[in-house]
């Protein structure tokens, strides 16, 4: 009754079910050669992705300062060039992807401003910035933008 179930052992123990050595380093190589052909197609996607956000977030940060100024007739003041953390608390709906204290902002005046530039310094050392002058995004530059 119990026969089926019975397992030969010395069936078992006798095959040679399994890969050799040379079948696991083969596929050891050729993972090692896949690898080294995706690690260096991926290794800048990141930085990328970051300046792609911060970019998005320069025209935000535009967007809002013009609302601001239709509001207030002028542009927050800030005449030292510092991150936009104490300027970010000024703007409604300011909405971005990375912390404010990300970017650059400085105006002309301390009141009354009417200029403005916002800079991003991306990892690779390339600025990206909007201006009052400029309208849209400029960048990437090798050297700090000036107002």
């Known amino acids: 009754m119990f026969s089926i179930f019975k397992i030969d052992k010395q069936r078992v123990l006798d095959s040679e079910a399994g890969f050799t050595l040379i079948e696991l380093v083969i596929v050891i190589v050729v993972l090692g050669i896949l690898m080294s052909m995706a690690v260096p197609a991926l290794s ?18 535009m967007q809002s ?46 009141s009354g401003a009417q200029k403005y530039l916002i800079s991003y310094e991306a990892a690779s050392d390339e600025f990206y910035y909007i201006s009052t002058d400029e309208s849209s995004l400029t960048g990437p530059e090798t050297t700090a933008p000036s107002l």
């Open 44 to 61: 800048g996607v990141k930085n990328k992705a970051d300046t792609a956000v911060a970019k998005a977030d320069l025209h935000n940060i």
């Open 65 to 110: 300062l013009e609302m601001y100024y239709l509001d207030e007739g002028e542009y927050p003041a800030q005449v030292t060039k510092g991150d936009m953390e104490t300027v970010a608390a000024n703007l409604d709906e300011l909405n971005i992807k990375n912390e404010a204290s990300a970017y650059d902002y400085v105006t002309d005046t301390d």
